[in-house]
């Protein structure tokens, strides 16, 4: 299934003293693919933490070995002069970093202590890292704080206000990414959230926005009310699975929307070779593998050389990613010269630029339409995840709302998106979700691309920032109660909805969500059609007992609920009838 399958992206994540996994940067996707991966296969619960720093990488494994043969004295030559290497690189990075501490007067954002070379390694936060930067930001009484590790400055943002000022009004300076090479190498280098912020991104950035703009997105009603229907349905045949189906539910959408492609429930080979190539540049960004390949000297070895293996699945993982840019568009293309083309972004804009006389928009065409699948899927399915969590644990909201629908909407259909407007409440049960818990807690990192100084607090040149969504969905002046969920919060007195519409869940700037109208309407018509046939409680255990459901959620740049378990039953005979009435 697609659900480990995201934003493909570029993570710099390594193993702290304790075994723990810190994410330095990481867009968010991938991150959380091996969380959750990892905490279904192994026994369900646990947070993700990768190998341990010897079962990894030659390199990080080279002080405890012992070495008898000559291949492996050898071996163990080259781990040091590669240990060396990083060394060398590491303090050169830290020396850059003091001197330019130094030579600006003014002081960068708080943060805890770092130690030389080192910098803020050790106190770096290895589990929901956003409620820690939350609190330091409360400790220090600071909108901003700052760590560096090994040289690299990273400056987090918790506050609305710095946020609005910094990411959205100078979202010139804010809007480039960190690069990794590592990303090109694996032939991720088109996918749109991953490009920096340069020409090539403009054109390509313009094409999605347009394509998706919200009076873009009406054409593709009948494709999300399809994907609602789907859901319903397969919850129906499968209930037990309904994390699976939220899943599906939107790599469906993703997958129709960018290419006309119908993946099917089970073993589809799109979705599978979509899930492979994530899987490999999730290996490949794992500890060691990336940290190596950011030192150019070290990059420049050759593929047999010891510790530079990564390059053979990096390559294995370009053949992939070529696949998905060209396989799908290739069809589409060819559906259109048949004259049995599906609507879809791809059918559309070809057709604008028909005969594909304009090369260079063609393959423009082809990156935009290569990253909805990856940038959609898993965090459309995470917040449809995150309302199922929201819903068992509240069943006062499900009788609420679906009261609302009942008196609105009636019994005899589905909820639409026409109706979208004369359903409040369940506009409201949609946005605390959203707000409650984040699909992606800490956005994804933006690169300062000159120095700049917010409230006199020096921000360096090349620093990777950090927009925490989380902090400002959780702040108490804002949101009494933050943690508790509430979807009255956002409902004025007279019944309708007020005028807060959690702005910065889907971003920052000229890098907000591109998909963000697509992703919340469908996210809506998914809940709106649940709540409308279907009651969600806790399941029970042998003895008929409520197995309690927990509250918590995979670590990563991207988080979902830990898998738990739930009853989906249809609310009544009214509401069986409707669904097995669904074509
Ligand atoms: C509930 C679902 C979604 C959430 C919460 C979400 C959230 C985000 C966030 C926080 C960012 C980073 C913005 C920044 O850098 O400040 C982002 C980027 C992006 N999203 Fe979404 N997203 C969702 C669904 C989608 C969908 C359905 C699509 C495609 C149809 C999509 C396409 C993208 C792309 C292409 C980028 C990269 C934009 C760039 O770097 O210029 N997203 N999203």
Redesign the pocket.
Known sequence: MLRHHQ?AASVVNATSPKGASKVIFAY?AIANSRAARNSESEAGYGIYTPPTISSRTPLQGCPSRVFKTSSTMQQEITYRLLFATFLFGTLCAAVIVSKRRRSNALPWPPGPPSLPLIGNWMSLPSQTSWKTYAKWSRDYNSDLVSINAFGKVIVVINTAKAAQAL?EQRSAIY?D?PFLTIVTLSGWDW?????PYSDK?RV??RI?QSA?REQACEEYRPMQHTMAENMVKWLYQDPKDFQRYTNLT?AW??LS??WGYDAKPQGDSVVKLMEDAAQIVIDLTLPGTSVLNEIPLLRQLPGWFPGMGYKARADECRTMTERILHGPIKSVKQSLVDGTARES?ASKLLRTNEGGVDLDAEMAIRD?VG???????E??G???HFAFLALVLNPHVQRRAQEEIDRVVGRDRLPTLNDRSILPYVGAVLRES?RWN???PM????RASEDDVYEGRFIPKGAIVF?N?WAIMHDPAKYPDPTSFRPERFIQDDGTLNDDDIP?????????????F???S??WLAVASLLAVYNLSPAKDERGNDIPVKEAVVDGLTSRPLPFECSIKPRDSIAEALIKGLA
């Open positions: 934003h968010p990411l809007s990414r996918f749109l959230g991953f490009i991104w390509r950035r999605f998706l939107a959408l993703t929307l960018a972004m935009t990253s909805v699948y990856s940038a959609g899927a965090t459309t995470s917040a449809i959203m984040n699909v992606t956005g994804i990192p933006h927009g969504i910065f869940i889907f971003g920052f700037g000229r890098r907000v969500c591109p998909g963000k697509i992703a919340d469908s996210v």
